[in-house]
Structure formats: structure tokens, C-alpha cells
């Protein structure tokens, strides 16, 4: 009773919460479906530390978003990291939109990262209260991971984090010579980054909805290439909505344009990484540009 007039008491004095936001932390915000994403090959233009620091980067980062991103899950196989790693490019070596997003589709990933390991730099910076500043020598690392969007082929996000550690003159002078890997540095540098890029990440991927993808279709039985990996369940009602004009882009680059809503199917059966939904509204429901958990 005392909770319940709190409520309503809340509703009306200046300075609470408003209605929607009560509503929603009371009631929740509505059921959310994992976001499957996939990483390319890593890229690593530094060349310092060689095999060891570009694995240990890929790694980290997963790992990372693994476990603070509960929104998304990374599908890490040797099908799709040799899929990922024979998508076509153009002759200036860019990516080719469509074949990614087949690809995707096929894996029901709703995006793919590509992580660019920069150049190892070393600089100098005066540091400490006025008066008893002092030069320090420090190592920094930039680090930047590019999304692409499997749904549109869009550059969901390009972003570049910078961090550097304090180091002593003769690993400064190592580094800077690229006489000798100091695990130590590079493993505290990719610490940092990784921290702050995961963070990145993880708010915006969170922003994005859900969207899956129906690969086949025959006698009203529709076959999706997500399932409880994601969260769905039987019973499910998806929202199918069909494909608009693509877009045509720099390099002969395609961008997919979605349509309005055509449709809705109906979750039957679920398996790890498929579902079979039955077509309750709509026709031609094969040819969509995706799905969405109807709420």
C-alpha cells in the first residue's frame, strides 16, 4: 500500500520521474533479441609485435564484448572466418557491400567489425602540478573498428581510440628503434583501448534493433537463420517488411533500402541457430528485406 501511494504520489510532485519512465522500470521495456555480430579480419598497419599482439587484439576485444555487451553475441567459427575472410573487394580493396550482406544473412548476423591496429608512436609530454612538471616519455597506440550494417550495407559506426602509457627511456627508445616487443606495454596500451572502444561498441550496437532474415520459403513455411541463439521462441510474431529501391554508392558500391511492412510470420519451430515460421499475413514474404520481433 505504501509503495502504491509512493507510486501515485510520484506522478503529481515536481521533480519525480515521469509516468513512462516509472512505467518502464516497473514493467520493463519490452522483450529484446541478441544482435549476432561477426569480426573480419583483423588489420594490423603498426606491424609491432607481430602475430602475438594482432591475435591478442582480436581476441581481447571479443572477450570484452562477450562480457559486458549483453546484447550482442559474437559467432566466432572456422566456416564463417574463412567466409568472412573470401568476401569479395574491388580492385582498391574495399569490401563488397553485397556479398557481405549475403553472407550475413546467411549467418543472421545484424553486423560485421573490422578492427585496424595503428602505428605504435612515441612521444614526449610535460606532466604534473605547475611549477614540478616533468617530461615523460610515453607510448601510445591508436586503435579503430569500423560496422558495417547487414541490414542496409551502411558503416554503422568508424571510430578511432587513442591511449598511451608512461614507459621508461629504454623501452621508450626500443619501441621507438622497433628493436624489441615489449609484451608488458603493448598488453597495458590494448588494455586500455579495448576498454574504451568496447564501451563504444556496446552503446551503439545497443541502439539498434533486432533484425533477422528469412533465407527460404516454400508453401507458406519459412525458413529464418536465427533462433534460440538470439532469443527466439516458439510462438513468436515477426513483422516482415519488403525490400525498396537499393541505392547505388562510390566504386559501383549497392546500399539496400528497406520497404514498408508487408507482412507477418509466425515462429513454429526453433534450433540453435534456425527457425521455421508459418506466413499468417501477406504474400511474397521470401522476397523481404528482414523481420522484426513484433511486439
Known amino acids: 500500500m505504501i509503495a502504491a501511494l509512493y507510486f501515485v504520489g510520484c506522478l503529481f510532485v515536481p521533480g519525480c520521474a515521469t509516468t513512462q519512465k516509472i512505467t518502464a522500470d516497473i514493467l520493463g521495456k519490452g522483450r529484446t533479441l ?7 579480419p583483423s588489420v594490423d598497419s603498426s606491424g609491432y609485435g607481430g602475430k602475438d599482439f594482432q591475435g591478442a587484439t582480436a581476441a581481447q576485444l571479443k572477450a570484452f564484448l562477450s562480457r559486458r555487451c549483453d546484447s550482442l553475441r559474437i559467432i ?4 564463417i572466418r574463412k567466409a568472412l575472410q573470401d568476401v569479395s573487394r574491388s580492385p582498391s580493396g574495399q569490401i563488397d557491400n553485397l556479398a557481405l550482406a549475403h553472407l550475413g544473412r546467411i549467418f543472421g548476423l545484424s553486423a560485421v567489425l573490422k578492427q585496424t591496429i595503428g602505428q ?4 614526449t609530454d610535460k606532466r604534473g602540478i605547475w611549477g614540478f612538471r616533468r617530461t615523460c616519455r610515453l607510448a601510445r597506440l591508436s586503435f579503430r573498428v569500423r560496422v558495417y550494417d547487414i541490414q542496409t ?3 554503422l559506426m568508424d571510430e578511432i581510440v587513442r591511449e598511451d602509457v608512461e614507459v621508461s627511456e629504454s623501452d621508450w627508445d626500443n619501441i621507438k628503434t622497433a628493436d624489441r616487443y615489449n609484451k608488458g606495454i603493448a598488453y597495458q596500451l590494448l588494455a586500455k583501448v579495448i576498454g574504451k ?5 556496446c552503446e551503439r550496437l545497443a541502439e539498434e534493433p533486432w533484425e533477422g532474415y528469412i533465407i527460404s520459403g516454400s508453401d507458406n513455411t519459412f525458413t529464418i537463420s536465427a533462433g534460440t541463439d538470439v532469443g527466439l521462441a516458439a510462438g513468436d510474431v515477426l513483422e ?4 525498396g ?3 547505388k554508392g562510390q566504386e559501383g558500391q549497392i546500399y539496400l533500402v528497406s520497404g514498408p511492412k508487408i507482412g507477418e510470420i509466425k515462429v513454429t519451430k526453433v534450433k540453435r541457430n534456425r527457425a521455421e515460421a508459418t506466413g499468417i499475413l501477406g504474400y511474397d514474404l521470401e522476397q523481404s528485406s528482414f523481420v522484426q520481433l513484433k511486439q
Do not use: H, Q
Open 34 to 40: 541478441r544482435k549476432k555480430i561477426a569480426f573480419l
Open 76 to 79: 566466432d567459427s572456422r566456416n
Open 120 to 123: 605504435m608512436e612515441c612521444l
Open 153 to 155: 550495407t551502411a558503416i
Open 197 to 201: 572502444m568496447g564501451e563504444i561498441i
Open 240 to 243: 516482415v517488411f519488403g525490400l
Open 245 to 247: 529501391e537499393p541505392l
